[in-house]
């Protein structure tokens, strides 16, 4: 079974150039897209997704950082997919980040560190239905499925 997460590339992805980069290096890994919109984010989604950040004195920091421009959310798929991406994007310290990470190569931010990313595979069922309508993510056949996995993991 493939799992599903979210990524948002930030307005300092979309700033910077980075949306074809980003997305390249999550498809080389063998990852599905399977949904993919621009949005402004507003400010109901922004303190509903960075509620556990409420208390903190850079909430409002947080979300008028991710407000500069519209955003990037992608929905993609492949096996045990929340933490693969969670591998590709690096932590997210971007200063700390391992090089050969997207934000270990393109970020040196803690907050302005690229992107968002799931951190679990029940996150991320939470944080698809806060940015996507069902009708917006698609399930295809992918012909080169067979070389991305053996035929006991899918």
């Not at 903190?56 to 045990?80: A, E, H, L, N, Y």
């Amino acid at each position: 079974m493939l799992d599903r997460t979210l990524v948002i590339l930030k307005p300092s992805a979309i700033q910077r150039g980075l949306i074809g980069e980003i997305i390249r290096r999550f498809e080389r890994k063998g990852l599905l897209l399977a949904g993919l919109k621009m949005v402004w984010l507003n400010d109901e989604i922004l303190s509903e997704h960075y509620a556990h950040l409420k208390e903190k004195p850079f909430f409002q920091r947080v979300k008028d950082s991710m407000r500069v421009c519209p955003v990037i959310v992608c929905c993609w798929k492949g096996k045990d997919a929340a933490q693969v991406v969670r591998t590709l994007t690096g932590i997210t310290n971007s200063r700390e980040a391992l090089p050969g990470t997207i934000r270990g190569d393109f970020s040196m931010s803690m907050q302005e560190n690229i992107l968002h990313a799931s951190d679990s595979p029940e996150t991320a069922v939470v944080e698809l239905q806060r940015f996507f309508n069902e009708d917006e993510l698609f399930d295809y056949n992918m012909s080169l499925i067979s070389n991305l996995y053996a035929n006991n993991e899918i």
